[in-house]
């Protein structure tokens, strides 16, 4: 089997991260790579990622100067959290035969928040016999794929709480700018009306698949609106310094009722100076469930992560719009990563 052909779609922070690890791995290749940034495009992606060696991949803007009839195999995408913005960049793959990965937050389960477009992608997908996947650590595994599954224990589910608490201060810096970080309480609530801060997307989506997953219908599902969490003492990450009294970071809480009751809760908080960092899940049930991950899951790292290991699951989808759940169980694809395609969809030689 030749190697596995990988367009990069976005070769910020995610994509670069992607691409390094993607270059370590055997039996898959870099084959293009799109982002719009000035600084990039026209650049050997080597350059870009400051490898200190060419790699002949040259970024570019131009999508029709990259795209041809199964040009690759599939393409990774990173470029934004929102459908809406990432739909006209997605969607035109589709009909080159080629599958998508996309870190896309409202991707992940699209059907919450933008049902319409979420239809398109999967009609496109059948038409064109290829995939679209939204993947990556929140949404898309830590507070909904891993609680689904660990419900699969479960005679019985009355309620499913799900806590993420991360030390922002070890993150990507433009994650530390996105939570509001460094900001005051003042600039805080002016950035979240204007939207120029939109803290989490995702626990719309986490609920949702959730739901979908245990087959309930919601009554609704609420996003608790995002609150500041303030610095009770100076502190500090490599980028930001953030004085008593300013916002070390947010808080975001979001509730899935059923029959009038919150059958699924999720609290996310991020804040630089984070003392105890962990993803929590509780299932009320039979049996009860608790789970505790401490220190918490470096989502950055685990994004790459997946979105490399799902790349096997991806090419061996049913075409049609899918989500993670729907994919067999991910594990590591550590080995050349041609087997593990080989070994879902037929017999390993
Ligand atoms: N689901 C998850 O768990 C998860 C985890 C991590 C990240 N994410 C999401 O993944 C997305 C990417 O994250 P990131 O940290 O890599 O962001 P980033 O550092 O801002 O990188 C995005 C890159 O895409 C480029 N870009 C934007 N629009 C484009 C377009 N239309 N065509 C081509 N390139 C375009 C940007 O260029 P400019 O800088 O010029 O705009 C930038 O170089 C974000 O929305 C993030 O929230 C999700």
Redesign the pocket.
């Known amino acids: 089997m030749e190697k596995i052909r990988v367009v990069l779609?976005?070769?910020?922070?995610?994509?670069?991260?992607t691409a390094k690890f993607l270059l370590e791995k055997e039996g898959v290749e870099i084959v293009g790579a799109?982002?719009?940034?000035?600084d990039?495009v026209g650049k050997d992606l080597g350059e870009v990622l400051q490898l200190g060696k060419r790699l002949g991949v040259v970024v570019t803007?131009n999508?029709k100067k990259i795209f041809s009839k199964a040009c690759c195999d599939l393409v990774v995408h990173?470029?934004?959290?929102?459908l809406k913005?990432v739909y006209p960049?997605i969607a035109p793959i589709a009909e080159y035969g080629i599958n998508v990965i996309?870190?896309?937050?409202e991707l992940?389960y699209p059907f919450a928040t933008e049902p319409e477009l979420a239809k398109k992608l999967d009609v496109l997908g059948m038409k064109n016999g290829v995939t679209f996947l939204?993947?990556?650590?929140?949404?898309?595994?830590l507070m909904d794929t891993l609680a689904i599954m660990l419900t699969g224990l479960c005679q019985k589910v009355d309620k499913i709480t799900v806590e993420r608490v991360m030390n922002a201060g070890t993150r990507?810096v433009?994650?530390q700018e996105?939570i509001g970080a460094g900001l005051s309480v003042k600039e805080f609530k002016e950035k979240i009306e204007e939207k120029a801060i939109t803290g989490h997307?995702?626990l719309e989506q986490s609920i949702g698949m959730i739901a979908a997953a245990l087959c309930w219908e919601l009554d609704k599902i609420v996003v608790e609106p995002v609150n500041p969490i303030i610095a009770s003492k100076n502190v500090a990450s490599d980028a930001i310094k953030v004085k008593k009294g300013g916002v070390a970071g947010l808080r975001q809480q979001a509730r899935g009722i059923k029959k009038y009751k919150d059958v699924i809760t999720l609290d996310f908080q991020a804040y630089i100076g984070a003392k105890e960092e962990y993803d929590s899940i509780r299932i009320d049930g039979a049996p009860p469930i608790n789970q505790k991950i401490t220190p918490c899951v470096h989502?950055?790292l685990a994004?790459v992560a997946?979105i490399v290991n799902a790349i096997p699951r991806l090419i061996n989808a049913a075409p049609g719009l899918v989500t993670i759940k729907d994919l067999p169980v991910l594990s590591a694809a550590v080995e050349d990563m041609r087997k593990y395609v080989y070994s879902f969809a037929k017999p390993y030689k």
């Open positions: 779609y976005g070769v910020g922070t995610m994509g670069s991260r799109i982002d719009i940034a000035k990039k803007n999508c990173s470029t934004s959290s929102y913005d960049q996309s870190t896309c937050e992940a939204g993947a990556g650590i929140n949404p898309g595994f990507r433009p994650f996105k997307v995702g989502g950055d994004t997946i």
